[in-house]
């Protein structure tokens, strides 16, 4: 399982000119789903985004979590995040998890983080979405917890 986190000053997710999900200060993570996930991967990854160190402390050094401060967390589906683009020109999908499945494993993701966090929102799987953010630094890393995770 992928996250792209993003600390943004603000974030939301329209779908059909609507918004499903919205943050202010926080991070937006989308979330990418391979075959072979399954619930363990979903919980390390939280944890993961939950406790990565990207918020400034006093000092202004990246050494605070969303846990600590926080912000609200705004997650979102995007299967184009495990996609082969090692040849040609034209992106793979085959390392996708089924979308049945990636559904379900992102519905559990959503469902753990409001137990584990008071502010979430997040995008609306299989939909065309609109992503708008403010990154703010820009500050962006790939975690990632693979199958045998």
């Given at each position: 399982?992928?996250?792209l986190i993003?600390?943004v000053s603000s974030?939301r997710?329209t779908?059909?000119e609507?918004?499903c ?7 937006l993570?989308?979330i990418g789903?391979?075959r072979g ?8 990854l ?5 406790d990565?160190?990207v918020f400034p402390?006093a ?5 605070r979590?969303?846990?600590e401060?926080?912000?609200g967390?705004?997650?979102?589906p995007?299967?184009t995040l495990?996609?082969?683009?090692s040849?040609g ?5 085959s390392?996708a ?6 559904r379900?494993l992102?519905?559990?993701l959503?469902?753990?983080a409001?137990?584990?966090h008071?502010?979430v ?9 609109q992503v708008?953010?403010?990154n703010d ?5 790939w ?6 995770a």
């Amino acid at each position: 399982m992928i996250a792209l986190i993003q600390r943004v000053s603000s974030a939301r997710v329209t779908v059909d000119e609507e918004t499903c999900g919205s943050i202010g200060v926080g991070l937006l993570a989308l979330i990418g789903i391979e075959r072979g996930d399954g619930a363990a991967q979903g919980t390390k990854l939280l944890e993961r985004v939950l406790d990565y160190r990207v918020f400034p402390d006093a000092s202004g050094r990246m050494n605070r979590s969303l846990r600590e401060t926080g912000g609200g967390l705004l997650l979102v589906p995007q299967f184009t995040l495990v996609a082969d683009t090692s040849t040609g020109t034209r992106a793979g999908f085959s390392k996708a998890a089924e979308p049945v499945r990636a559904r379900e494993l992102f519905g559990q993701l959503v469902a753990e983080a409001q137990k584990a966090h008071p502010k979430v929102a997040c995008g609306q799987f299989g939909a065309h979405m609109q992503v708008s953010l403010v990154n703010d630094g820009p500050v962006t890393f790939w975690l990632e917890t693979g199958p045998k995770a």
